[in-house]
């Protein structure tokens, strides 16, 4: 009685548990399709890195080779400049020679008006040729010089305009390399916020996974008590029915056998008991008279045997009243298995009533459940739907960069 007045427990239907274990599949699936997206990400992060390594391996050997022609033409510059220096130390000189050559000229001039001959004639002749070379010579040099100014003026002009063009480049690469470091960054952040948002989520979806789990197990066990409960009640009420039929059976053959007894034994025995005592009577009645002593000798036999026959009667009515006291105590019992009948009839009745309301009972938790479980489907798939918009995302961050 007490077992059938447990509390009913919750059996989840077939369905459900199919359904539990396709969301564990899916789940394992996000976690393997979380797993190569996160592989992926860590592959971006190792190009970017390898990028990056190589970008600012760029920018250190072009600011190298920036210092290596800073520093050429740095020499190439000071080269010219003692070039020109010497140039034009060597024209100070030219030009201080002809000064000279032209004083000496004068003073010779000077002396040939004085003391005209043709040794002075000659020597002047001499002095103009060799004038007139010397003359060549420093046209010939104020050209070079002139042409090596206009040289070095172009080539520091060009220099001038490289050593720009080249901080330019460097600074438009500097520019870029910043530039694109920084939206790299800004990528990598995004990607690693929605990588932990992923993780986020598939850690919900364990988590839930790992709860679902617990209910599968707990109505699992419910559900193998209640099978259990359930078996052991069907056992119990299969005995109880077996022993209603026994007694039955049992109460049959008492009331066959108690009225066979009571018509049989009751019959039998008054009429034995009647026919003795009749014919116990009529021996006495029919026993003829003899003399005194004959007389007295057959009375005490007769006495004897009258008292043999009392003693038999009193044993017969000893035995009616056993046979008497033995008919109540059936009669009780068969009151008693009457009563038993009644009350088990009574508890097979109650107990078809609540198993009735118990299964009543478990199809409505079962319902109930099942309802529950059904929203806890579609709140996973919508769950499913977004991380599948983020991994699209994600999938589009990483494609960006590469186009």
Request: charged share 35%; glycine share 0%.
């Amino acid at each position: 009685m007490q077992l059938m007045e447990k509390p009913a427990v919750v059996i989840p239907a077939g369905k459900h548990l199919e359904q539990l274990v396709e969301l564990k599949q899916t789940v394992t699936e996000q976690d393997i399709f979380l797993s190569s997206i996160t592989d992926k990400l860590n592959l971006t992060m190792m190009d970017l890195e390898n990028q990056k390594v190589l970008t600012e391996t760029q920018a250190k050997e072009h600011a190298e080779a920036t210092a290596r022609l800073k520093e050429d033409h740095a020499a190439h510059v000071k080269a010219l400049t003692a070039q020109m220096e010497d140039q034009r130390s060597q024209i100070m000189r030219l030009e201080k020679e002809m000064m000279d050559l032209q004083a000496e000229l004068s003073a010779q001039k000077e002396a040939n008006v004085r003391s005209p001959s043709n040794t002075m004639k000659n020597l002047v002749e001499d002095q103009k040729k060799q004038l007139t070379k010397k003359d060549r010579h420093i046209k010939g040099l104020c050209k070079a010089l002139q042409e090596l100014r206009a040289e070095m003026v172009a080539t520091a002009e060009r220099n001038v305009i490289a050593n720009a063009a080249q901080k330019e480049e460097s600074l438009n690469v500097q520019i870029l390399v910043d530039k694109q470091t920084k939206d790299l960054k800004v990528q990598v952040q995004e990607l690693s916020e929605d990588l932990q948002a992923a993780r986020e989520s598939a850690k919900a979806a364990r988590s839930q996974e790992k709860s679902l789990k617990e209910e599968v197990t707990r109505l699992t066990s419910d559900l193998h008590t209640s099978t259990k409960t359930h078996r052991r009640l069907q056992a119990e009420r299969e005995e109880r029915e077996k022993e209603i039929q026994e007694l039955k059976q049992q109460i049959s053959r008492f009331k066959s056998a108690l009225q066979l007894n009571q018509v049989d034994e009751r019959s039998l025995t008054i009429e034995n008991l009647q026919k003795k005592v009749r014919r116990l009577e009529s021996e006495l009645e029919k026993t003829p008279q003899s003399d005194s002593h004959g007389k007295t000798t057959d009375q005490l036999v007769r006495w004897e045997e009258s008292k043999k026959w009392q003693a038999k009667m009193e044993k017969i009515k000893n035995l009616l009243k056993e046979r008497e006291r033995e008919n109540e105590t059936v009669s009780k019992q068969l009151r008693t298995l009457r009563e038993l009948y009644g009350r088990l009839e009574q508890e097979k009745s109650a107990l078809q009533k609540r198993t009735k309301a118990r299964s009543v009972t478990t199809d409505q938790v079962v319902a109930a459940q099942t309802a529950e479980m059904e929203n806890q489907m579609e709140e996973l798939k919508k769950k499913n739907s977004e991380l599948e918009a983020q991994i699209s995302t994600i999938k589009l961050q990483q494609a960006l960069p590469r186009d």
